[in-house]
């Protein structure tokens, strides 16, 4: 039997710029908490095939969506192909209607089965939907409601290096993140704990350039020899999301490592965190500088203890 939810939400941000923001999945980690990595398998202009991993009551689960986009109706329906147990199949809409005055009402429709339709599985689904649906729903309408373009906040940059071991070795390097206290100078304390899937909770210490400590948790999905993609569980304070990935290709030359960081800024704490009169063209520069010397200091002791 096919159950339907139905969740809303009122925003003063205008209905293209919500639209937007959900359009594009690469972006769902830094923007909804839920979401931890999500890997396109097909992008076209208005379909689009992708497999995505993200937290469901306390589980991080994974599944394979097909999305048609409606740029001109603001709608985005969607259908998952592959389902992740408990659930049978998934389907919906994204609906973004503009109202008087330049706000929108936000819809987002769920149409699901589970599997061997018991009532426990049942109701397990719902509290799932009604867990995860408020909170991205949220998370759109803040972001799109910032006085400054969304580009200023929510941002992207990588850092490569070509390491002479192979990418088997650089990824079991960061793979291992238990040895890190170790072998890296910014950090002082990991707790590593790997599930039956290869998922990984990493909570750990580290030093920033100016002796500051911070300590994060951050949910891993890891493929062996190729990728790590992370998501930190609970940002700094001057971020509203942060997520990243390990890439991993063995060459003739050794091992090409690329680190990316996915980094939602929250404008609110930029002076309280950065100092009085601190702009958030500085906090990107602070930003770019702090997270991708970390990943450059990491791939250097990659390379000095690869193998």
């Known amino acids: 039997m096919a159950r339907a939810t139905r969740h809303g939400l009122v925003s003063s941000a205008p209905a293209r710029a919500l639209y937007e923001l959900a359009a594009d999945v690469s972006r769902w980690p830094a923007l909804f908490s839920p979401s931890v990595h999500a890997h396109y398998l097909e992008l076209g202009d208005r379909t689009e095939r992708f497999r995505l991993w993200a937290s469901v009551n306390g589980e991080v689960k994974t599944w394979v969506s097909r999305r048609e986009l409606d740029p001109e109706g603001l709608r985005i329906r969607f259908r998952q192909e592959v389902s992740a147990a408990p659930i049978a199949s998934m389907s919906g809409e994204w609906i973004f209607i503009p109202l008087p005055g330049g706000g929108t009402e936000i819809v987002l429709l769920h149409e699901f089965t589970a599997v061997g339709d018991d009532p426990a599985t049942v109701d397990w689904i719902n509290s799932a939907l009604d867990r995860n649906s408020p909170v991205e729903l949220a998370a759109l309408a803040r972001v799109a409601e910032l006085a400054t373009d969304v580009e200023d906040v929510l941002f ?84 509203l999301g942060h997520s990243g990935r390990w890439e991993f290709t063995g060459t003739a030359d050794g091992a090409v490592v690329t680190a990316e960081h996915t980094v939602l800024i929250d404008p609110e704490a930029v002076e309280a965190q950065l100092g009085a009169g601190v702009t958030l063209a500085d906090a990107r520069r602070f930003l770019r500088t702090a997270l991708g010397g970390n990943s450059r200091t990491t791939l250097e002791y990659a390379q000095k203890h690869a193998g």
């Open 156 to 239: 992207s940059f990588t850092d490569t290096a070509t390491l002479a071991c192979s990418a088997e070795q650089a990824y079991a390097f960061i793979h291992r993140a238990d040895h890190w206290p170790d072998l890296l100078p910014h950090v002082r304390r990991v707790d590593l704990r790997t599930d039956s899937a290869g998922v990984q909770d990493l909570e750990m210490d580290t030093l920033t350039a100016d002796g500051s400590a911070h300590t994060t948790r951050s949910v891993r999905v890891c493929v062996p020899g190729e990728l790590i993609a992370y998501k930190q569980v609970v940002p700094p304070r001057l971020l």
